[in-house]
């Protein structure tokens, strides 16, 4: 079954500190990994897209990591700031472009 | 301005009444989704066109109905055999087709639904 799995459900951290938030996933074949950013009562907004020979990416304070053999992925943020204070959504989808698997996400609270 | 708009942004109905949701996108995409959000769990795909005129079920797709008449709107309604319809709503677009493997969904900010 096409699963993904994020952890942690949710995370607080103070303001300036790094964090890293996990995302597993059972997709397969496996096509590309998006991760997400979802503000509250708003639409999520792609941060990055990893495919399947690309191990790292960076969107200024965003890294993406992926890991295709362990069918692992990670977004490292660094330096957060307040405004990073949302929910974060990992996404895979299949090689046949048929199935788009969304994770629960993970809600991330920054605090002065 | 390019982008994807859904109106209203919260809405409220009673039990037993449909209610439709709207959505606009001017981004040329051929491609439209509707999904559903509940606290703690993932996105969930209601709905999905890939053409005018054209539209699949998706996982959650009983009690909604949607139609596609033009390629920029997308409507969904909720109808009273919706059993628990008070959730946030999406709805997003893509270039489409199988070659848009890689295509990005744009989402819109989302109407918020409740059943009082």
């Known amino acids: 079954k096409n699963q993904v799995e994020q952890s942690p459900q949710s995370l607080i951290i103070l303001e300036g500190k790094n964090c890293t938030l996990q995302?597993?996933?059972?997709?397969?074949?496996?096509?590309?990994l998006r991760w997400y950013k979802q503000d509250t009562g708003r639409g999520p907004v792609s941060l990055t897209i990893?495919?399947?020979?690309?191990n790292t990416k960076s969107n200024g304070r965003y890294t993406a990591t992926l890991d295709a053999d362990t069918k692992q992925s990670s977004l490292h943020i660094t330096a957060s700031q307040l405004s990073d204070s949302a929910s974060y959504i990992c996404v895979v989808r299949n090689q046949a472009g048929t199935a788009l698997i969304f994770g629960k996400g993970t809600t991330l609270s920054v605090s002065s | 301005d390019g982008g994807i708009t859904q109106s209203p942004k919260y809405l409220f109905r009673k039990e037993g009444q449909n209610v439709t949701l709207s959505c606009e996108q001017n981004l040329n995409h051929d491609a439209m989704y509707w999904y559903r959000q509940d606290p703690g769990q993932g996105l969930r795909l209601i709905y999905y066109?890939?053409?005018?005129?054209?539209?699949q079920k998706g996982d959650i797709a009983e009690g909604y109905s949607v139609s596609r008449e033009k390629k920029e709107s997308f409507p969904l309604t909720v109808t009273s055999a919706q059993k628990n319809p008070t959730a946030f709503y999406l709805c997003a677009s893509s270039g489409g087709g199988t070659s848009g493997a890689y295509n990005e969904q744009f989402f819109g900010p989302g109407t918020r639904l409740t059943v009082l």
């Open positions: 066109s890939q053409i005018v005129n054209d539209f």
């Open positions: 995302c597993n996933y059972t997709v397969s074949p496996f096509s590309n």
């Open positions: 990893m495919t399947f020979s690309e």
